[in-house]
């Protein structure tokens, strides 16, 4: 089975400062997606970044980007002057294409809190 | 607008009884998920549905069911068998196989 783990809790950056959440997941499969997710105080679900693994250039979204270490079975995110609107709980998650089974393996989360 | 709703926002229910919740998307997606977050955890997936009248279990499946009459809901219904029911409730949907899961607002459950 596949797992996803987020090794930090929690996180605290000052506004405009840059953060790095991590990371890691298991699989024995060659072609998969990964996501990083954001849950602000709402609890609304909001997709941040997306990287398919067959792609080799990291993704990059505005001030978020993440780096995708294939072999090290690593997905990290970068957030780049960091603003108070970022501030909530972001979830790593992992999906196959296609295939039998469905839906998102997510990681626990890390709660990032913004310091102005 | 296209989305999806949950309802209600926040459920009530007593010990033993089953309890439904709402899931609809108006986004004309095939797949259709439920999850459930609980303080200090991830989401879990609980069922999907890639097809009307078609559905599988997730990883947490015991203690719920559901239904796909129409594409465009797919309602969980929270059983008295389900242990401890209390939870954050989300649904989701994608096109078949899609890249992204486009979540609903999401359901809190009690009971008392």
């Known amino acids: 089975a596949q797992t996803v783990t987020q090794s930090q809790p929690e996180m605290s950056v000052q506004e405009a400062e840059t953060v790095t959440l991590s990371c890691t997941y298991d699989?024995?499969?060659?072609?998969?997606?990964l996501f990083w997710y954001k849950q602000p105080p709402s609890r609304q679900m909001i997709l941040v970044i997306r990287?398919?693994?067959?792609?080799?250039q990291n993704a990059t979204e505005n001030r978020f980007s993440v780096n995708f270490q294939k072999a090290a079975k690593s997905f990290s995110l970068k957030i780049s002057d960091s603003q108070l609107g970022d501030a909530a709980m972001y979830f790593c998650?992992?999906?196959?294409?296609?295939?039998?089974?469905?839906?998102?393996?997510f990681g626990k989360g890390t709660h990032l809190i913004i310091q102005p | 607008d296209g989305g999806i709703t949950q309802s209600p926002k926040y459920l009530f229910r007593k010990e033993g009884q089953n309890v439904t919740l709402s899931c609809e998307q108006n986004?004309?997606?095939?797949?259709m998920y439920w999850y459930r977050q609980d303080p200090g955890q991830g989401l879990r997936l609980i069922y999907y549905?890639?097809?009307?009248?078609?559905?599988q279990k997730g990883d947490i499946a015991e203690g719920y069911s559901v239904s796909r009459e129409k594409k465009e809901s797919f309602p969980l219904t929270v059983t008295s068998a389900q242990k401890n029911p209390t939870a954050f409730y989300l649904c989701?949907?994608?096109?078949?196989?899609?890249?992204?899961?486009?979540f609903g607002p999401g359901t809190r459950l009690t009971v008392l």
């Open positions: 989701a949907s994608s096109v078949i196989h899609g890249y992204e899961q486009f």
């Open positions: 699989t024995s499969e060659s072609d998969y997606y």
């Open positions: 990287q398919e693994a067959y792609k080799q």
């Open positions: 998650a992992y999906r196959i294409p296609g295939g039998g089974a469905d839906g998102l393996t």
């Open positions: 986004l004309n997606h095939d797949a």
């Open positions: 549905s890639q097809i009307v009248n078609d559905f």
